[in-house]
């Protein structure tokens, strides 16, 4: 093992032994050129780094001409010293020079969209130059001006005159102050010269590309156009043969140099396909033990490190090779561009294989993002890797072509039956049955909110795209055909790992299921010890913020398809992220999410101490539980205010302005948000001079029962009930509130107790005492007392007065001490007697007299009823 090892080894160690010695003759590779360009067959020359200087590029500076701009060094320890006004004014003079110089060019040559992309880096660093020459003067300008202020205003007429010193102070700081003013005045307005002039090459270069990509040409059913083909196609076969001939003899000058290129371009594929493989197969068997059907996320995730896998190697070898191949000189100029496009097609068609794959997996249906049927997978994966290699077959030869000098019939021609073979691509994708009924009966399982289904609705799109291409290349529009396949290419890859991204963010963020399903939370939870609400918010806020973010990725690669160059794309993304203006004010993006994201940071620190206040201080014995939350409450509300002023700072917003428009809108304030006002100020008299607390057992406005919450506004209550009453935080200002738990727990139990007029009221005393000192749960200091209160309607009345430690126990311990009096009593057979009352009745004469009458009517009655004539 180890000897295979070292062999494989060998290779890679004497080809970069080669290389090494090689390294100083290496020559830089040019950037890649933009997709955009090669839509259009604008190509950038690299002839053109032997082509003499362009007359408005900054030339370099000599030794004796002070308006050179002086280099700034990198890393220094000393001061630097103040630049002199007289050379920044030269040198917005020079700037200012170069801007009509490419004014000038720019007005000469509006149809050259190579010298118009150029000019864009230029007109982008002057303008920079500008802007830093502002920041230099602006600190300048205030320590000038806070001077003059600090020598007050100038004496009027019959006040006495300031002295000699102190006029010449004044007149030189005005005159400095006059020429700083001045040469910002300057650099703000090539500032702006230079914005409408990077405008106006942007519109030029949009009309040039509106041009090409709506330019009619012959269409490809004339038969001349076919003719001139087959005429010059020998002769641009004659013209690569000499080009491939001359490439060869460079390779053979220096054959050993190449093989060592070669061989090291082999073993890193060699080896990076051998890891790629056994991590891969190994990952998915692994994943496939622990569950039969794997959750959407595992899917998404296992997605995206496969199709990296599956495209890593052979990228990293043609990488490697042609790389290796430019930096070591053995790649002519023509060989040299060539080779760029080929290696950019190979990412193309590597990348939409890689994606398809991952995607649809035809060989794995439990991998599938999408539910569909095995062979309708595997003839998507097929179309849409032949999409991917018309294109970069067309990449190729677009750039082949004017390296061998075809005519422009052989390109339109080349490009219309590019444009058809991706049309008739698109019909067959239109052909091909996205689901299998009978299929998805069977085989689908999965019952999770990730079960995603391949929308029908796509072939519609489609459908009409491939007409539309058919169409326009039938009639001679063929850069327009191309534009459009070319787009349907690169928005294609965009949308795949975009939603490929979006779905795996989603399903890393889901918050449905059990917590195995929610995969951030439960890290969440489990790393940062957060409680689930809190996990809630951060996973939600991350899975927006990820998702937000991801168009934005996508915006250069669309801008350069589009036609824009990538110096246009990050110029563009530069003016939305870091700073564009609307009117008066410049809004930038970055700093709107550095605020935003400062505040959660700032309020997430604040949440942090309140739950270590709450973990630490608030256990028992360390420290009052109350007082604990008034801190608690304290550093939340100063953790929101630090947070909103770092924020609100941060963003470029003035506070100082803030303060005057709250000041003025504080009258209003004042009458329209009284009571809400009235109850904030409240809440922090609450929060500060703590007359309840959380905890408290208050009465107030008819209503007692226990503090839960003492908030900004208001405090709620739970009474015994159970039932939550919100109570203002003014009514515990302006009311009177009874507090019984407001400096410690202690309380006092008044049982009244009513025994028989037989009883003997000493021993009652002294026995209701001794019960009340004998109860376990009343305190004997203060002690306990009894009294004898008067002489009731139907009993002796005595009062028990014993305190207890714990005033919520209040009831516990009076029906415990009335159970204990109850049976002592008994036992010392004295009676509680029940109410008792004496009626007596006066002046009975007049009710005699009507029972008498009463008595008299019913004897009658009855007599007549049974016959009798005497009655």
Known sequence: MLYRRISSALPVVVACYVLTTASARAEPMPDFVPPGALITGVLQDD????????????????????????????????????????????????????????????????????????????????????????????????????QVEKLGPKPKDGEAPETAQ????????????????????????????TGQLAARVQSLRQGLFTAIVLARGPSPLSPSLWADVFTELPAGGRQ???????????????????????????????????????????????????????????????????????????????????????????LPIEVRRLARVCLLALVIILAVWALSHAILQPLRPAWRLFDVPAQPAQRLTTIFTLMAVVYGIDLILQELMPAVFLPR??????????????????????RTPLTNKAVEATTSTDASPWHIMMPRWLKW????????????????????????????????????????????????????????????????????????????????????AVQAALPFAALPVLFMSWGYSLTDAIAWLKSLFFGFQVGQFRISLVELCIAAGLFVAILFLTRLAQRWITTRLMQPGRMDHGVANSIQTAVGYLGVVAATLAAVSYAGFDITNLAIVAG????????????????????????????????????????????????????????????????????????????LTHRNALGRVIIPVGVSYQADPEFVQDLLLRVARDCPLVLGVPAPSVAFEDFGASSLD?????????????????????IRIFKALAAANVEIPYPQQDVHMRDLDPVRTVLQQLALERTTRAQSDNGDPSS
């Open 240 to 330: 690569l043969v000499s080009i491939l001939s001359q490439w060869w003899t460079v390779l053979s000058g220096q054959w050993l140099m190449a093989l060592a290129i070669l061989v090291l371009a082999v073993a890193a594929y060699s080896l990076l396909r051998g890891a790629t493989t056994h991590l891969r197969v190994r990952g998915l068997m692994q994943i496939a033990a622990d569950e039969d059907r794997p959750t959407f996320f595992k899917r998404a995730t296992t997605a995206l490190w496969v199709a990296a896998s599956l495209m890593l190697p052979a990228v990293a070898c043609a990488a490697i090779f042609i790389f290796g191949l430019d930096a070591a000189g053995l």
């Open 798 to 818: 005595f009062t028990v007065r014993a305190y207890i430690e714990d005033v919520n126990n209040r009831l516990s311990v009076a029906s415990d001490l009335r």
């Open 166 to 193: 102190i006029a010449s102070e004044r007149m030189e700081l005005r005159k400095k102050q006059a020429e700083i003013t001045g040469a910002i005045k300057a650099a703000e307005l090539l500032r702006e010269r």
């Open 664 to 739: 003025a809108l504080s009258i209003g304030i004042g009458f329209g948000l009284q009571s809400i006002v009235n109850n904030f100020v409240s809440g922090l008299i609450i929060l500060f001079e703590r007359p309840i607390k959380v905890g408290d057992w208050v009465s107030v406005n008819n209503y007692e029962g226990h503090v839960r919450r003492i908030s900004v506004r208001s405090t709620e209550i739970e009474t015994f009930d159970r039932t939550n009453v919100i109570v203002p935080n003014s009514e515990f200002i302006s009311n009177a509130v009874v507090n």
């Open 47 to 146: 002839a053109e780094k032997t082509a003499p200087s362009d007359p408005t590029d900054p030339q370099p500076p000599s030794a004796g001409d002070p308006t050179t701009l002086a280099p700034t060094p990198i890393h220094t320890t000393a001061p630097q010293p103040v630049q002199p006004l007289k050379d920044i004014a030269s040198e917005l003079a020079v700037l200012a020079q170069q801007v009509d110089a490419l004014d000038s060019a720019i007005g000469d040559q509006p149809r050259d969209d190579d010298f118009l992309a150029r000019s864009r880096p230029k007109i982008e660093a002057i303008s920079k130059a500008a802007g830093d020459t502002i920041s230099k003067l602006e600190p300048r300008l205030k320590d000038i001006e806070s």
């Open 461 to 544: 799109p489609a459908l009409a795209l491939a007409l539309g291409v058919t169409i326009a290349a039938l009639m001679g529009y063929v850069a327009l055909g191309r534009f459009v396949v070319g787009q349907v290419i690169v928005a294609g890859c965009l949308v795949a790992l975009g939603m490929l991204l979006l779905l795996a963010v989603r399903a890393l963020a889901n918050q449905q299921g059990s917590i195995a399903d929610r995969p951030l939370e439960r890290a969440l939870r489990t790393h940062l010890k957060l409680e689930q609400s809190q996990a809630q918010l951060l996973t939600r806020t991350t899975s927006l």
């Open 409 to 430: 019939p052989v390109l339109i021609a080349e490009a219309a039956l590019a444009t058809l073979a991706f049309a008739v691509l698109l019909f067959a994708f239109v």
